[in-house]
């Protein structure tokens, strides 16, 4: 039989009775380790340019650059480790740089929005004035629907919304 770890009961699923209650699992077993070996917490970007920009630090105070370190069975020289923390920290610059403009962007676009609005209304209306109602499927706009005769349920309708309206003023 395996070793396992049983979660904590749920008091809202005991307190279930009927045909989901009788589907329910009675636990959930866990078998081995919750998470793996290698889990790494989650860092804020703050955090990793701090940490980066520490370890160059602290490698330059302690090592020549010429000197090799082995870690993990990999050999490595100072400055190799050096590199490969500035590599992170302009990865992360590139970040920063590629979301302002990004955000630049968004504000380009956000400010000719409204505008442009303005613009395609008077447009279409120039369109619907000087080419007919029917040219507006020519710019894939809706073309507007002629108004039909009302008929007398229509009619009744909307008496009745009116009604409704004012009465509950």
Request: proline share 7%; aromatic share 6%; net charge positive.
């Amino acid at each position: 039989m395996t070793q396992g770890r049983r979660l904590p009961e749920n008091p809202a699923s005991t307190a279930r009775s009927g045909p989901v209650a009788a589907r329910e699992a009675p636990f959930v077993e866990i078998v081995g380790r919750l998470l793996p070996w290698d889990a790494v917490p989650v860092q804020t970007k703050q955090e990793k340019v701090a940490i980066a920009r520490a370890v160059i630090r602290g490698l330059k105070k302690s090592w020549g650059p010429r000197e090799v370190l082995r870690i993990w069975g990999e050999d490595c020289t100072v400055q190799a480790l050096i590199d490969r923390y500035q590599q992170q920290l302009d990865a992360i610059a590139e970040v920063d740089r590629r979301y302002a403009a990004w955000r630049g962007a968004v504000r380009r676009e956000k400010q000719l929005r409204r505008p442009m609005q303005v613009f395609s209304g008077r447009l279409r209306r120039r369109v619907q004035l000087q080419l007919g109602p029917d040219a507006l499927a020519d710019f894939e706009w809706a073309v507007p629907k002629k108004p039909g005769p009302k008929t007398l349920a229509g009619k009744l309708a909307g008496a009745q919304k009116r009604a409704k309206k004012k009465a509950s003023k």
